[in-house]
């Protein structure tokens, strides 16, 4: 019996910390083997309304920001695209390409990556860390049992459209403003109340994260991914809204259909569940002191609490949207919402402030995978392959069938995805150089567009640069188990994506 204990310990799947340092020593020896290059970049100076021109060596040059100067560097797109602060990061100016000397990022520096990548992305983890210390205020004052115990009742019999109503309201936010690292703070929330309605943890991850990637992957107007590649492809973001608003509901009734099933399968026998094994540890952290039948009452000062603290989103949303916030202005937001809740909460100063900390303390692992991700990119950047990734994969689609060309930019662009996990950084890099292409082979640019934002964002479903790794954490499920959720699924609405962008060079 021991014996099988102790092989049964050696087949557990990795941590996520080691999934991620597994592909942070694959980014490292890539870096040996692409070689290193780069475009020269073009950025508008709006203080001086100039161009400033960067080559491979760092030399500036300062240009006239007239639209002669786009034509002679063929870079086809509007001026104003760039004077009217549409397209506001450094972008790749085609056929300058060139190798530079390899810069492979050894032991040094591939050590010293997570703690540049922890430092690079503080403001999402003081973000993260102040919504752990309100879950812990919330969790002590017996709000979220409360809560959890009224919401069971009034959704018994239909659980499911708990599931339809979150991935309706997040794909809605990202399909318009790129909603992806703020639902980070949804899953306290939401997972007690999935567990309670007997579904497993995977089917709160479905419904939150799926929303968002779906969202985002299927985005109509988000500012930060199909706007930014439209004014860097030369082209209105309108261009292919149609195919776009019908792909995002088409996908996303696929995806309801799909968890549908599961969620099913699960409620009718537990032991259905991907995680059932570990269903019993999930539940212990989500659910340590609620019991169904002893729940305390919910009165005037839980309910404030929740109030205050669900009324934090809208105002977050609004920021975020239109408001111009980042994580310093939402990190501030939810701080005073802390404050107010440890004044509304009843609790004696040094209790509410050790149950802040301890609520913080619980979400460091998920902090240190963000910094860790972060890292990836780092070592990614620094060997200078990103650039050279985007001329191979250009070069791959030139000439090709119309058909054949628009899918495989998809695969294309979702292999870029992961080399280049910000939506804006890959369409400002990218855009300029494939959009062109387009006209090679008699097609409409929004094509290119399209394929781009399809193929960054199916490959989020899964790749360990992204959010993925910290969600999982937080919710205590092992990426492999997510695997086996949700690779049928990324298969199909893969399929199902390139049958549309096929369709779309018909139509």
Not at 337 to 364: C, M, P, R, Y
């Amino acid at each position: 019996m021991t014996s099988k204990k102790k092989d049964k310990k050696k087949r557990q799947f990795p941590t996520a910390f080691t999934v991620l340092f597994i592909v942070l020593i694959l980014a490292s020896i890539l870096t040996y083997i692409v070689p290193a290059g780069l475009y020269e970049k073009l950025e508008y100076d709006a203080e001086e309304n100039v161009f400033i021109k960067t080559d491979q060596d760092g030399n500036t040059t300062t240009l006239p920001a007239s639209q002669g100067t786009l034509d002679s560097l063929n870079i086809n797109m509007d001026l104003e695209k760039f004077t009217e602060g549409g397209i506001r990061k450094p972008i790749a100016i085609p056929d300058t390409y060139k190798n530079i000397e390899q810069s492979p990022q050894g032991l040094l520096p591939t050590i010293m990556s997570p703690v540049e990548g922890v430092m690079d992305t503080v403001d999402i983890m003081v973000f993260v860390l102040i919504l752990g210390g309100i879950i812990g205020l919330i969790n002590k004052t017996g709000t979220f049992d409360a809560g959890i115990a009224a919401l069971s009742k009034r959704t018994k019999g239909k659980e499911f459209l708990l599931v339809v109503v979150v991935y309706a309201l997040i794909a809605l936010g990202g399909t318009t403003f790129g909603l992806a690292e703020e639902t980070i703070a949804l899953y306290p929330i939401l997972m007690p109340i999935f567990i309670a309605s007997g579904y497993d943890a995977i089917i709160c991850i479905a419904a939150i994260y799926m929303g968002s990637s779906i969202g985002t992957m299927f985005s109509t107007v988000n500012p930060f991914s199909v706007v930014i590649a439209s004014n860097a492809a030369g082209i209105s973001f309108n261009e292919g809204l149609v195919i776009r608003i019908v792909a995002l509901i088409l996908a996303s009734i696929i995806t309801l259909v799909y968890i549908y099933r599961y969620a099913k399968k699960v409620k009718m026998d537990s032991k259905n569940s991907l995680i059932h094994d570990d269903m019993d540890r999930i539940e212990e952290r989500f659910l340590k002191d609620y019991n169904p039948e002893d729940v305390v009452p919910f009165n005037w000062r839980r309910i404030l609490i929740l109030l205050v603290f669900l009324g934090a989103f809208p105002l977050m949303i609004w920021g975020v949207s239109v408001g111009g916030w980042w994580f310093a202005e939402m990190s501030a937001l939810f701080f005073a919402v802390a404050l107010i809740i440890i004044f509304l909460s009843g609790l004696s100063e040094k209790e509410a402030v050790n149950t802040f900390l301890e609520g913080a303390a619980d979400l460091i692992g998920v902090v240190l995978i963000i910094g860790v991700a972060r890292a990836i990119n780092i070592v990614m950047d620094n060997g200078m392959i990103s650039d050279t990734l985007l001329y191979y994969t250009s070069s791959i689609i030139e000439n090709m069938n119309s058909g054949f060309f628009a899918a495989v930019q998809m695969v294309l662009f979702s292999i870029l995805g992961f080399f280049i996990p910000s939506s804006s950084g890959l369409a400002t890099l990218s855009m300029p150089i494939m959009a062109p292409l387009a006209d090679t082979v008699g097609l409409s640019r929004d094509i290119v567009v399209t394929a781009y934002n399809w193929g960054q964002g199916w490959m989020a479903f899964i790749t360990p640069t992204g959010l993925i790794l910290a969600t999982l954490e937080m919710v205590d499920v092992t990426y492999d188990k997510w695997l086996k959720f949700i690779l049928p699924l990324m298969g199909i609405v893969g399929g199902f994506s390139i049958l549309m962008l096929v369709l779309q060079t018909i139509i």
